[in-house]
């Protein structure tokens, strides 16, 4: 039997041998779970619902798919015949998801399976600790590959129960229709009084692309028709992002290259072993492929030394903390993980990009107890003659000293830094992250092209 890591991937054909086999998920702990399974088409929407299986629809129309209860309490199986699945059906994702107001951080432990003949032939495990505010789980995939069918280890944590997931893949729950309200009683001659509107509808893909230049739209379409398939999870990511975008329209005047800056000291262990960077990675790549066209963000990771990985692309993105240079686990070993050293990780940048005559928006990672604020701050002062802005984000830490005083660094030539301070994980959820980002990134542009310093 395997044991699965987070974002490995395996041949059903090889470790399976058949294309009949059971997926049983199994949860522990004091929260009542929904298990469901989405059979999605190969764009990763819920084009066809008959083949969306939860309590109150148990088998598809063909019998392909079949949920039941498990053998014990918290337990629930799925016996699917990949080769009876009709040629539509590209993916089967297994999720749980809760209601109400609780977490699943209050889950004791829970995993996915996959059983042949009653033998279990490979099992993935995840636990209440690696998540925080999230309501649901992609526990794992299903999905067509060359002829094969391949399951993937997902463990990606979710805000939002049974009704976001279903949103997420394209389906539509429906509300009850409550019988209307009787008409208000009003004294003769007063007048009917008008509520403001709340925040408004989020812009349609229409409004985005008034708002953009047209090679910006161009990018978007693109990145839109690659979301596919193992690339579905990054699509909401790029509609917040040029969403936001539309409304910093500045930011995009220009191609401007990303370079990601990684902590990797052991205080940011848990966050790299419960998938947190690796989202954070997710939305950062995401930011980064919609201010350029070269589809590859460069990579740093530091903790007393720093070094530069490999560039993140649509290749890589999906498990990259996890697979890239031996996972996280290996960096921190590399990089010497007991303490973090920010000023040799932003000389050790500035020595490759600050030559570079074209704008660079660094996004510095930390989770704080900076190794030492006067250096930091020298480093600001020295390099804002470059056109290298500072995009510092704090994460779930302390002790953030200069990085909290930025606007009061004195001898500066541009305001080449911003800091970011997110208290909750569930902040980078919101396109308003994107947005505050490219504000800033705006600001900076304009300031350089006020002080000539871009060719």
């Not at 830490?397 to 994980?425: C, P, Q, S």
Request: charged letters at 25%; hydrophobic letters at 40%.
């Amino acid at each position: 039997m395997l044991d699965l890591q987070r974002g490995q991937k395996i041949s059903i054909q090889t470790v399976c041998r058949t294309w009949t086999l059971e997926v049983e998920l199994r949860h522990q702990g004091p929260l009542a779970v929904d298990v469901s399974c989405f059979g999605l088409d190969g764009a990763g929407r819920l084009s066809d619902e008959r083949y969306f299986l939860f309590y109150n629809q148990r088998r598809s129309p063909e019998g392909a798919m079949v949920l039941s209860e498990g053998a014990s309490g918290g337990t629930a199986r799925f016996q699917v015949d990949l080769a009876a699945l009709p040629d539509h059906i590209q993916r089967l994702c297994f999720t749980a998801a809760i209601d109400g107001g609780r977490t699943l951080r209050e889950l004791d432990r829970g995993s996915i399976s996959l059983w042949v003949r009653g033998e279990e032939t490979a099992r993935y495990v995840y636990a209440g600790n690696e998540f925080s505010g999230e309501r649901a789980i992609v526990a794992g995939e299903l999905y067509r590959k060359n002829g094969d069918w391949k399951f993937s280890a997902v463990g990606r944590g979710f805000n939002g129960g049974l009704r976001a997931l279903v949103e997420s893949f394209g389906g539509v729950v429906s509300d009850p229709t409550p019988p209307p309200p009787p008409p208000p009683r009003r004294p003769a001659g007063s007048r009917a009084q008008r509520t403001a509107p709340g925040g408004g509808p989020p812009p349609s893909v229409g409004d985005i692309l008034r708002s953009l230049p047209p090679h910006v739209c161009a990018r978007m379409e693109g990145l839109a028709r690659r979301c596919q398939g193992d690339l579905d999870f990054l699509a909401p990511l790029y509609k917040s992002a040029f969403a936001a975008l539309a409304q910093v329209p500045r930011a995009a005047e220009r191609d401007l290259q990303t370079v990601l800056c990684a902590d990797a000291s052991g205080s940011m262990f848990d966050l790299y072993r419960g998938g947190r960077v690796q989202q954070m990675f997710d939305k950062f790549f995401a930011l980064s492929s919609t201010l350029s066209d070269s589809g590859a963000m460069d990579c740093w990771a530091f903790a007393a030394k720093s070094r530069q990985m490999e560039p993140v692309t649509l290749d890589n993105i999906r498990d990259y903390t996890f697979s890239q240079a031996g996972g996280y686990e290996r960096w921190m070993s590399m990089l010497n993980y007991q303490y973090n050293n920010e000023p040799e990780a932003m000389r050790d940048i500035m020595m490759i990009y600050g030559g570079l005559r074209r704008p660079i928006l660094v996004l510095f990672l930390t989770d704080g107890r900076l190794q030492s604020d006067w250096e930091i701050e020298e480093i600001l002062i020295k390099t804002s003659r470059f056109p290298v802005f500072w995009q510092f984000i704090g994460l779930y830490g302390e002790e953030y000293g200069v990085l909290n005083h930025l606007d009061e660094i004195d001898g500066r030539h541009t305001r080449n830094a911003a800091f970011l301070k997110m208290e909750d994980f569930d902040d980078f959820m919101d396109s308003g992250f994107y947005r505050t980002i490219f504000t800033n990134t705006a600001a900076w542009l304009e300031e350089l092209d006020r002080k000539q310093m871009l060719s």
